[in-house]
């Protein structure tokens, strides 16, 4: 099936997820990640209707937004190496994956203005994944507060890998919780309305536990 297909499937999942639990379907964004395919796939992505790539690599985040800038909004999903943040920061509109102090300094450094950011999560524990506690979150989101060009507008995880649906469920749910209690601090820096989370495999849980944005690579575009 073509990209404009998938979409088509994909919100109509969006539209079933969001009936069954009460939630406006204008309230959960679609982020294309394009990671696996080319500028012109991607482009092909834009004229089925998507209005936000994603790339988890700095290369092919500006191969993309060389090709495509203008046309959508660009975030940044993956692990963002501090040395190459001045390569994207103005460039990007939303940085998923800010998990350490040392990286929110240098965004704070290279940007000219506050950078949307979301605070990645390590909802599962897992070793292998990247993110912070969620028992350490609260006390990193009030460190953020000394850095006037972050500004936090939500939370992200990646889901561990399974198909345990309950499992899935918890990691979602638990992420919705956290996100709720910072908001319910107040902080001017941090209005943590977003939950970035669920991707080709899970994105159907995440809208029903409250993803305001997912990100979807395979199912959408294709692997390559
Ligand atoms: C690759 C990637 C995705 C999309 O994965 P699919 O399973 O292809 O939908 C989502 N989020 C992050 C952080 C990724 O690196």
Redesign the pocket.
């Known amino acids: 099936m073509g990209i404009a297909g998938n979409l088509k499937e994909i919100n109509k999942e969006i539209h079933h997820a969001c009936l069954k639990t009460n939630r406006d379907p204008a309230d959960v964004k679609i982020i294309a990640?394009t990671?696996?395919v080319s500028k012109e796939r991607a482009a092909e992505a834009i004229e089925a209707g998507i209005t936000h790539i994603?790339e988890?690599r700095d290369d092919g985040f500006l191969e993309k937004w060389e090709a495509l800038n203008g046309r959508a909004a660009f975030h940044f999903?993956?692990t963002l190496q501090t040395r190459k943040v001045r390569n994207i920061i103005d460039k990007v509109d939303y940085i998923?994956s800010l998990d350490r102090l040392s990286l929110a300094k240098e965004i704070n450094k290279r940007a000219n203005a506050p950078v949307k950011c979301l605070v990645q999560v390590n909802v599962s524990g897992e070793d292998s994944k990247h993110g912070i506690s969620a028992s350490d979150t609260f006390e990193f989101i009030e460190k953020l507060a000394d850095f006037k060009n972050i500004r936090v507008e939500g939370l992200m995880t990646?889901a561990p890998l399974t198909d345990d649906e309950e499992v899935l469920r918890a990691c979602f749910r638990n992420l919705r919780v956290l996100r709720d209690r910072i908001q319910e601090m107040g902080l001017a820096h941090s209005p943590c309305q977003e939950l970035s989370m669920g991707?080709?495999?899970d994105y159907t849980i995440a809208v029903e536990e409250g993803a305001t944005m997912i990100?979807?690579?395979?199912?959408l575009v294709g692997e390559k």
């Not at 990100?215 to 199912?219: D, E, L, P």
Request: proline share 0%; aromatic share 6%; hydrophobic share 35%.
């Open positions: 990640v990671k696996y994603g988890n999903i993956g998923h990646m991707m080709s495999n990100r979807i690579g395979t199912a």
